[in-house]
C-alpha cells in the first residue's frame, strides 16, 4: 500500500471519527421532546445535554496529555471506544437518568475524539499541507452540527430515537478499522514516556508550551473564537424564528453561510500563515470578523431582508475560518511531537471557555440585536488582542508521525 495512499486512508479515518462526535453533540436536540415524554425526564431534560457538554471538557483536558505519553492511535482507539460503549447505552437506556449516566461516558469519549484527530492530521501533514486539511476536516465539522438536528428529526419522525444514539456505532467502528492498518506513531525514547508521567510532568509540559510566544497567542485568540462562535449557535436561530419567523429547521439552516465562510475562510489562513505569519492571519481574520459582526449587529436593529443576515453570518464565518485555524496550526507547528498533543486540547478547551463565558455573559441581553453586538465587541477586541500578542512569524517543525509499513 502506497505511503501517500496510507496517509489518506488514517487522514479518513479521523475524519470519520471526528464527524460522529460533531454529529451527536447537535443530533439530540430535536430528539429530546420525544425522549423525556416517552422516559418520563421533564425535569432532567437540560441534563441530558449538561453532562455531555461537561464531560467533553474534562475528555479534551485529559486526553491531550495522554497522547502525547502514550501516544495518538491508542488514545484515539480509546476515545472511539469509549464514545461508542456510551452511544449504545444511551440507545438501550430505560430511565432518564441513565440516559444522563451514559452521555457521560459518551461524552468523555467525543472530548478525546476531536483533539486528537487535529493532533493526528499535524503529525501527518506539514504546515503547508494543512491549508487544505484543515479545511477539509471544517467543512465536515461544520455540515456535521448543521445537519445533527435534522437529521435527529427525521429519525425520530420515522423511527425509534433509540437509533439516534445506536446510528453512531457502524462508523465509529469504521473509523478503528481504517486506523490500524494505516497510521502509527513515531518511535519514543524512553525518558519521554518517565518525563510525561504523573502531576510533575503534566506541570513541566505546561510550561513549556507557554513559554512559546505562538502558543500564547493561540490559546487567548482561541477564547475569543469560542465565544464568538457559541454567541452565533446560541442566538442566530433563536433571532431567525422569533425575528424573522422562521420554522425551527430553517432557522437551524441559517448558520449554514457562517460555516461555509469559517470553511473557506480556513482554507485560505494556513496560507496567509505560511507567507505572512500568524499576526496577518489572525489579526487580518479577525478585524474581517468584526466587519461582519457589526453588520449583523445593525441588521439586529432593523427590520431587513434575511438575505442580509446571511451575508452579514458568510462575512463573519470567513473572518474566523482564519483566525481559529491559524490559531490552531501555528501553535502545533511550533511545538514538538511530544507536546503537540498537549497543545491541541489546550486551544480546544480554550475555545469551550470562551464560548461559555460568552453565553453567560451575553445571555442576559434583552435582545438579540444586544446578543449581536456582543459578537462585534468580541471580533474587535481580538483584533486588537491579535496585533499586540501574535508574533509575525512562525518556526515550524515538521510532523514526526509514520504510516504503517
Known sequence: MPVRFRRAVATGSVLCGLV???????VVTSAMPTIAHELGGMGAYSWV????????????????????SFGRKPVFIGGVVLFL???AACGLATTIGQLVAFRVVQGLGAGAIQPI???????????????????????????????????????VLHGSWRWVFLVNVPPGLLAIALLVPSYRDPPREKSEGGESAGLRGALDGVSEIL??????????????????????????PLWMTMHAHLDALRAGAALVPLLVGWAFGSSFGVRVLVRYGM???????????FAGGVALALIGTHDVGVGWAYAALALLGLGLGPASSTSLVAPQSAVPWRRRGLVTSAIYAMRLLGGSLAVVVFGGATSGAGRFEGVALVTLAATLIALVLAPREVSAIEPAAEVAV
Not at 513559554?211 to 452565533?232: K, P
Not at 499576526?279 to 470578523?289: D, F, H, M, P, W
Request: glycine residues 12%.
Open 211 to 236: 513559554a512559546s510566544g505562538v502558543v500564547r497567542a493561540g490559546l487567548v485568540a482561541s477564547v475569543f473564537s469560542g465565544a464568538t462562535l457559541y454567541l452565533c449557535t446560541a442566538y442566530v
Open 20 to 26: 460522529v462526535a460533531a454529529f451527536e453533540g447537535t
Open 279 to 289: 499576526r496577518a492571519s489572525v489579526a487580518g481574520g479577525y478585524a474581517i470578523a
Open 85 to 87: 460503549v456510551g452511544s
Open 49 to 68: 445535554f449538561s453532562a455531555f457538554l461537561m464531560a467533553s471538557t474534562v475528555g479534551v483536558l485529559a486526553c491531550g496529555k495522554l497522547a502525547d
Open 117 to 155: 484527530a487535529m493532533t493526528i492530521s499535524a503529525d501527518l501533514y506539514t504546515l503547508a499541507e494543512r491549508a487544505n486539511v484543515q479545511a477539509v476536516f471544517t467543512s465536515a465539522w461544520g455540515i456535521a452540527n448543521v445537519i445533527g438536528p435534522i437529521l435527529g428529526g427525521l429519525i
